[in-house]
């Protein structure tokens, strides 16, 4: 592959940055409307933005290199999960939405580190160790992601290009996307970007699809089971979507108020917008629509009594991974998506300006019911999607192995034996282009929110300024940004030195996972309190109990990193995910006990 099959993904992804830049300038009367969002945003765009900010998990992640193996009943197993993972988030949405509305209302801190410091002895200590540590792991998250992604480029590429170089080229346009408007650049264009998604590794698997069957062979039963899926994914995908993969509302600026005639006006680069979307998501239902009919005729071709007995064999395939792995990658997929930062920050923008559309609280409660419930059924059916994206590659260009089947495919249509495996590279670059950068975007931008939130004002904001209160927030926005941007270097430096003593772990997934991870120590903390406001046995703990066990989660990770280095085994990496989570789950019960002795009446 050339430098020049870079243009297509550049030429994309560069399309994501037109929400951003026609948002840019905008009036900022408090902080939310920079770090949450300067608009009430559409539930669909907050959806979109959603799904393809957890796409990482997927293509970065374990699955696809299991559906490369066939090994397909661990990947649905652990792509159940996720949805699971967003029902426990929607069983305790009254107290987060009623948490949400104050914060709002009152314009305070929206992170999920104001939560816990209210709930265990309010102390902005507490607050400021969670949210310091978080954005030192999620710094690494989204670095890791970028060197993971560049590292299969790098190879893939005939030109010598280094994989530092391709990695910050990342971070500067994730950085475009998350500092030229804010929160609502950001979210408007990781939306579109699911939409580059969609039409990437959609048009990859038409374009395997077609090679496959035009060259029609004897298929393993994973590889038959692979085109099963995917034909049945691009079908209920389209009439799920009904064409609207992407949302084409208006993005409504906030203009200055004494400029009335400015905000009645819609620039002809949003129309343009809006009509460009109308038609990409035409396009991604025709691409979805060719790869059904291939699929189908493939199908007819096999025989569909011998599709049935393959589909057999593939389901009762024992599984040749590893338990541990297995276990992790479904405890992550389960508990992250409750101490996401980025999904607090997502849930906080759906709640915007609650007090100026006064929606009813049951109202708000079950417009956030369906989107927890649309978002999480739509990744668990694009993770097995990814796995069964796995096993067709396989199936049309050679053998992978299960842990590094993302880079061994890539690099085969990279060298490109026909134009077809050329185009299919193209499409995939692109779709694997957008899962990398909307992750980013997102985790730069929640960095952001908690510094400005919970770090900034308690660290460096200095003495009260006596300028307007305009002045002083642009000022410590600029100083957030500036933190920001020194943390995330020296997580780059630290990550190109590592690149060049090559400090890596045997593969990128269990790694991304583990620092992942990191944040399960806030699952007690916040469960908790919740739980205990219902029932008994749980309550808050002291502030320096809950500094304990956020702090023990981080350095079990940093704890499993260095061995993993040290030995060169992956084992530690996937161990640290449970450890974490019991661990916190261990001191909090632990911290428990005592009030229960105190609190029991005597005989």
Not at 163 to 169: D, E, I, N, Y
Not at 268 to 289: D, G, M, P, W
């Amino acid at each position: 592959m050339s430098l020049l099959a870079l243009l297509p993904a550049a030429l994309c992804l560069g399309l994501c940055l037109i929400p951003a830049w026609l948002l840019r300038r905008a009036k900022y009367a408090r902080v939310q409307d920079y770090f949450i969002a300067s608009e009430r945003t559409p539930p669909a765009v907050i959806q979109n933005a959603s799904v393809a900010c957890s796409l990482w998990m997927a293509t970065l992640g374990p699955f696809f290199g299991w559906g490369a193996t066939g090994n397909f009943w661990p990947s649905l197993v652990a792509a159940v999960c996720f949805p699971l993972g967003l029902s426990v988030m929607s069983c305790v949405r009254a107290p987060l939405l009623a948490f949400f509305c104050d914060a709002l209302i009152h314009d305070r801190s929206v992170t999920i580190h104001q939560f816990i410091a209210q709930r265990h002895g309010n102390d902005s200590r507490l607050r400021l160790v969670a949210a310091a540590l978080t954005v030192v792991a999620l710094a690494a998250l989204a670095i890791g992601a970028a060197f993971a992604l560049a590292r299969s480029l790098a190879a893939g590429l005939d030109a010598t290009v280094p994989t530092s170089v391709l990695a910050l080229f990342m971070l500067i346009l994730a950085g475009g996307y998350a500092l030229i408007a804010g929160n609502t650049g950001v979210l408007r264009s990781t939306q579109l970007q699911l939409g580059m998604i969609y039409f990437g590794l959609i048009g990859a698997a038409a374009l395997l699809l077609y090679e496959l069957i035009s060259d029609l062979t004897q298929l393993p039963p994973f590889g038959v089971f692979g085109i099963v899926f995917v034909a049945a994914f691009c079908s209920v995908l389209v009439g799920y979507r009904r064409s609207r993969y992407v949302d084409t509302s208006p993005i409504r600026k906030t203009f200055d108020a004494a400029d009335p005639v400015a905000a009645a006006r819609e620039p002809l680069s949003a129309r343009l917008l809006v009509r460009f979307e109308k038609i990409f998501n035409v396009s991604i239902s025709i691409l979805a629509v060719f790869a059904v009919v291939v699929a189908l005729m493939g199908l007819s071709a096999i025989g569909w009594s011998n599709v049935a007995r393959d589909l057999v064999a593939a389901i009762g395939r024992g599984a040749d991974i590893s338990g541990l792995a297995l276990v992790a990658v479904c405890l992550l997929l389960l508990f992250y998506p409750l101490v996401d930062a980025t999904n607090w920050q997502r849930i906080a923008a759906l709640e915007k300006d609650v007090d100026e559309i006064a929606s009813p609280a049951e109202a708000r409660s079950a417009g956030l019911l369906k989107l927890l419930r649309r978002y999480g059924v739509e990744c668990a059916l694009v993770f097995a999607f990814t796995a069964a994206l796995g096993s067709l590659a396989v199936a049309t260009l050679g053998p992978s192995s299960p842990m590094s089947g993302l880079d061994d495919v890539f690099l085969q249509l990279a060298a490109g034996q026909n134009l077809v495996e050329v185009i299919a590279g193209a499409f995939m670059l692109i779709g694997l282009l957008a899962i990398v950068l909307s992750a980013m975007s997102a985790l730069l931008s929640a960095s952001l929110c908690a510094l400005r939130y919970d770090v900034v004002p308690l660290l460096i904001a200095g003495p009260p300024s006596t300028g307007s209160p305009v002045t002083a927030e642009a000022r410590l926005r600029r100083r957030s940004v500036m933190l920001g941007g020194g943390i995330y270097l020296i997580v780059f430096l630290v990550a190109v030195a590592a690149e060049a003593l090559q400090l890596r772990s045997t593969s990128t997934a269990p790694l991304l996972f583990a620092v992942a991870g990191t944040q399960l120590s806030y699952v007690p903390l916040v469960l908790g309190p919740i739980i205990g406001a219902t029932g008994r046995g749980f309550g808050p703990v002291s502030q320096g109990w809950a500094m304990v066990i956020i702090c023990a989660g981080f350095l079990g990770t940093v704890c499993a990193v260095a061995l993993s280095l040290a030995t060169a085994d992956e084992w530690w990496l996937w161990a640290a995910i449970p450890a974490n989570l019991g661990l916190s789950v261990l001191l909090y019960a632990l911290v428990q006990r005592p009030s229960k002795r105190e609190t029991a009446p005597r005989p």
